[in-house]
C-alpha cells in the first residue's frame, strides 16, 4: 500500500516550452503532497506544499509563477514548470502524506521525474 | 534556518561488517527523524523513523536518537553490496502544519564484496 506515482518519469525539451508533472496517490487520498527538486550530487529540495483546494506554499526562492501546482483532488497534485530554461533540468520528485486513517504518518515518494531542459 | 548534517562519503565498509552513518542537526524542536535510502537515479525509499530516545531496530537495521545531542544515527549490521546506496537523514520540521521534510545532503556507503 502507500503507492504515489509520477508521470512522466522522464522527459525532454526545449528551452521555452512548458512541462507539467503529475504526482497521483493510488490507494489513499492526500490533502497534502510536496514537491522537491534534486540537483547532481545534492540532497532533496522542498520547494513547494500543495494543499488541496487552496493556494500551494512555496518556499523562499522558488518563483510560484514559474513553478505552477495545481492539486485539484485528494489523488493529484501537478507541478508545471513554465518556460523552462537548461538551469531547471533536474530531478524533481513529490510526496504524499495519507490522510489520518488511511496509513501511517509518513511521506510516500514518487518515483521522481527527471527533466532535461536542451 | 534548519539544518542537517552528514558526511558526504563514501563510507567504505567490507561485505558482513557493520557500517554506522551520522547525522547532526541544529533545530532542537525537531520531533521526528527518518533516514531514506537513495540508489542512484532513484526516489529515496524509506528504511526508518524514529521519535524518540534511545535506539529502535528493524532487521539489520538500528536507528538511534539523541535529542540532548542533536545527532541521529543508523547502524546496517551485516552489510551486503546491495546496500550500497546514499542514506539521507531527515528530519520533519512540524512548521505550522505542515510536515515538510528537511533534507541531509547524504551519506554515500559502498559496501564492497
Known sequence: ?????????????????????????????????????QFPKQSLMLMATSNEGSKATY??????DKFLINHASLTLSTLTVTSAHPEDSS????????????GTDTQYFGPGTRLTVL | QK??????????????????????YSDRVSQSFFWYRQYSGKSPEL?????????????????????????????????QPSDSATYLCALDTMDTGRRALTFGSGTRLQVQP
Not at chain 1, 525539451?13 to 514537491?35: H, N, P, Y
Not at chain 2, 563510507?11 to 557500517?19: M, T, W
Open chain 1, 1 to 37: 500500500g502507500a503507492v504515489v506515482s509520477q508521470h512522466p518519469s522522464r522527459v525532454i525539451c526545449k528551452s521555452g516550452t512548458s512541462v507539467k508533472i503529475e504526482c497521483r496517490s493510488l490507494d489513499f487520498q492526500a490533502t497534502t503532497m510536496f514537491w522537491y527538486r
Open chain 1, 59 to 64: 518556499e523562499q526562492g522558488v518563483e510560484k
Open chain 1, 91 to 102: 530531478f524533481y520528485i513529490c510526496s504524499a502524506v495519507p490522510v489520518p486513517g488511511q
Open chain 2, 3 to 24: 539544518e542537517v548534517e552528514q558526511n558526504s562519503g563514501p563510507l567504505s565498509v567490507p561485505e558482513g561488517a557493520i557500517a554506522s552513518l551520522n547525522c547532526t
Open chain 2, 47 to 79: 528504511i526508518m523513523s524514529i521519535y524518540s530516545n534511545g535506539d529502535k531496530e528493524d532487521g539489520r537495521f538500528t536507528a538511534q536518537l539523541n535529542k540532548a545531542s542533536q545527532y541521529v544515527s543508523l547502524l546496517i549490521r551485516d552489510s
